[in-house]
């Protein structure tokens, strides 16, 4: 077991080594999610600090970008353990968040429609077809059928848009990560430092539109909630 967890991975078109710095624009290119991370913390101060929900989500993007620094430097089995987790802790996290904050389901609905989804995600995770960015699909289809969804409520217009800016943003940074290898013959450091980079703003138009929807400290009631209280006649 302590061997397999060693074990160097050679996945991405810029490694040829099991060297330290044999990945250096698919490591750099992960401080784009610490900028993202602290773009949404100053963002939620401004805002009066008072959503913890959201200030989880800003650690967990910065905790992204720590851990696949660490694996696209030492690049083994289990140095891609910090690179996967955070992952799949911020997309199941912005699930719940969303069916709770966006869509005011109730915690235990809420809860079980993301443990189907983390599992439908799962198996799709088992398919190496895309260069292995399956698993991401149904983010993908969330995302997007999330922003139809607020689009159709009328209210939620602004919201409905951040999220199909991120979906787009998504859709595009999931084809370089899917023809990395392809185009190892013509660009030697491959196509993944651009996912990284692109997710990095996908993530900042997450936790924007999380924090602007959640309470202020000298409001609680949030831009959503107010939307949906009846106005006096």
């Not at 993530?203 to 924090?211: D, F, G, Q, S, V």
Request: charged residues 15%.
């Amino acid at each position: 077991m302590r061997n397999i967890l060693h074990a160097p991975v050679m996945d991405y078109c810029e490694r040829q080594s099991p060297a330290f710095w044999a990945e250096p624009a698919n490591a750099l290119s992960n401080f784009a999610f610490i900028i993202a991370a602290a773009a949404g913390f100053l963002l939620w101060r401004r805002r009066g600090g008072a959503d913890y929900s959201a200030l989880a989500l800003i650690i967990v993007t910065a905790s992204v970008g720590v851990g696949s620094f660490i694996f696209h430097t030492i690049a083994t089995r289990a140095a891609m353990l910090l690179d996967v987790i955070p992952i799949a802790i911020f997309i199941y996290g912005y699930f719940l968040l969303a069916l709770r904050c966006y869509f005011r389901l109730p915690t235990a609905l809420s809860a079980a429609i993301t443990l189907a989804f983390a599992a439908g995600s799962s198996f799709a995770g088992t398919f190496e077809a895309l260069n292995r960015s399956v698993g991401y699909l149904p983010a993908l289809a969330a995302l997007s059928i999330f922003a139809a969804l607020l689009w159709r409520q009328g209210g939620q217009r602004e919201m409905a848009r951040a999220l199909a800016a991120a979906a787009l943003l998504f859709a595009i940074s999931l084809v370089f990560r899917t023809i990395d290898r392809a185009v190892c013959p013509m660009f030697p450091l491959g196509a993944h430092f651009v996912w990284h980079l692109l997710n990095a703003c996908v993530l900042w138009l997450l936790l924007r539109a999380a924090i602007v929807a959640g309470p202020r400290r000298d409001d609680q009631a949030s831009p959503i909630q107010k939307a949906k209280e009846p106005t006096a006649a």
